[in-house]
């Protein structure tokens, strides 16, 4: 029985022991330190495995003399009464001496601390959400795979390169989530390293044949004929490669009498027709981001430049909110972001010891982070991209079955009782908005894991989700405060996609927006996302503020956008 519970509890302990380490650089730094103690432990292996051998080795070269010697007058050497007595002691003894030390086993420690710590160890998921994620940083900031593999990324400090086999399994789990497109740009990759000179034990063949493939997929039957051409060359016997390149010719020959047939007009006709290969792969993988191309052009920092007209009307300012008691001798620095809608930036807003104090309290409680649920209005884990199926929900907008939002990152809440620092924090949103903190929700810490984003959404309930926070009982969210707590050295940008806004993170700031008119209508341009972080670690932390005890602080407005 005692046995039985032991090993259930370790059966729960490695459920439990899996976090998703890719959807947060914060937590994701814990297994640096594991993979410390696992290089140290290795370290200790090597030493008395090296021991072990230096006495094998110093008995054998003792051996090695004695028996040159011997054997070129055997008679004579054993005519010596010792040498005979030493012989038999040899044989006897110092042999079984030497076999148990040749299989001493030295892993135990080792082996011991490896099998604790893997119950720590990420996933296939978290090495597939991690291959996914530099994908996705590669098309949102148009990075080639070239300057990815070299680590030729922006702000890096820390550069490192990836090998044949990275690129190769990077383009393999596109292969397998039927992504040619980026197949293509990684296989490439793995072959162009490959031709360089780089050792590897993934061989040209082998990146070929799933690169002639993807590349076929793409419409290109001639560069899938050559590519199988050259496999050929490498490997005559190649089953697959003979079939394929009978079935290429006999279908490049096919297409040639087609585009013969069909004349010029056709051929112009299926120029208007090409698309760009990421438009046919995103088609493909039925994308159902419409904004998509928008949204990673602000990501980028391509987005709408504002008028000079409009540019000259955003001021900075000295905030007191109307002379509130705690901000006369203190006031704060306030800049417009953007006019419409109106979101404004506070500058040393908090300072470095309550960041740290944030992110003390929340790491140990880092969870998937949640969404709203557009039928439910229950806040729920937010899915995560790892395969090409995507979560379907009801569209409050359109009445049609669309796709869930993703967001890749980990979140906790903090309530005002669980530290001073938490009580003040929530004292000065107050302060700086007017608006009551009583009925707004606790205050949420997110940490973005590797490319973390949150795709656009809106963050009030629409006049279709009837049920939306109702379960707080608190009404529909007026407006948003964010925290960012860390500078980001790429990416991470939060994005206003209706408008062509993006606020870039500075840590100690905050940018405040409201969600609702005065009238209470929602407002549909302040529909945002967070940009895919390419470098750094962003953390962030927010305020919800609701409806419910604003009544006074922010009277309702006659007209619809008012």
Known sequence: MALCLVVLGLFLQTLHAHVDFFTSIGQMTDLLYTEKDLVTSLKDYIRAEESKLQEVKQWAEKLDSLTSTAVQDPEGFLGHP????????????????????????????????????????PTDEDQTGAAKALLRLQD??????????????????????????????????????VDYYHTELWMTQALHQLDEGEESPIDKVTVMDYLSYAIYQQGEIDRAL?????????????????????????????????????????????EKKHMDKRDVQMKRSKDPLPERKKYEQLCRGEGIKMTPR?????????????????????????????????IVRFHDIISDYEISKV??????????????????????????????????????????????????????????????????????????????????EELQVANYGVGGQYEPH??????????????LGTGNRVATWLFYMSDVSAGGATVFTDVGAAVWPKKGTAVFWYNLFASGEGDY?????????????????????????????????????E
């Open 310 to 342: 409009r540019w000259s009307r955003l001021f900075c300012r000295y905030q007191d909110n109307g002379r509130t008691p705690s901000l006369i001798l203190a006031p704060v620095k306030e800049e417009d972001e953007w006019d419409r809608p109106h």
């Open 140 to 177: 949102t900031y148009q990075l080639s795979s070239r300057a990815i593999s070299a680590g030729d990324l922006p702000g890096v400090i820390h550069k490192s390169r990836m090998t044949v086999e990275d690129c190769f399994e990077l383009g393999k789990i596109a292969y397998s989530d």
């Open 525 to 561: 341009s302040t529909r945002h996302a967070a940009c895919p972080v390419l470098v750094g670690n962003k953390w962030v932390s927010n305020k919800w503020i609701h409806e419910r005890g604003q009544e006074f602080r922010r009277p309702c407005g006659l007209s619809e956008n």
């Open 226 to 270: 050559e590519l199988t051409k050259r496999m050929l060359k490498l490997d005559p016997t190649h089953q697959r490669a003979n079939g394929n390149l009978k079935y290429f010719e006999f279908q490049l020959e096919k297409q040639r009498k087609a585009e013969e047939e069909a004349g010029k007009e056709a051929q112009k006709e299926g």
């Open 82 to 121: 010792v040498n005979a007595f030493k012989l038999m002691k040899r044989l006897n003894s110092e042999w079984s001496d030497l076999e148990n030390l040749v299989l001493k086993d030295t892993t135990d420690g080792f082996i011991s601390n490896l099998t604790v710590q893997r119950q720590h160890f």
């Open 359 to 440: 992110k003390e309290l929340a790491k140990p409680r880092l969870r998937r982070a949640t969404i709203s649920n557009p039928i439910t209005g229950v806040l729920e884990t937010a899915p995560y991209r790892i395969s090409k199926r995507r979560a379907t929900v009801h569209d409050p907008i359109t009445g049609k079955l669309t796709t869930a939002q993703y967001r890749v990152s980990k979140s906790a809440w903090l309530t005002a009782d669980e530290h001073p620092v938490i009580e003040r924090i929530n004292q000065r949103i107050e302060d700086l908005t007017g608006l009551e903190m009583d009925t707004a």
């Open 458 to 471: 809106f963050d009030f309930g629409r006049k279709d989700e009837p049920d939306a926070f109702k379960e």
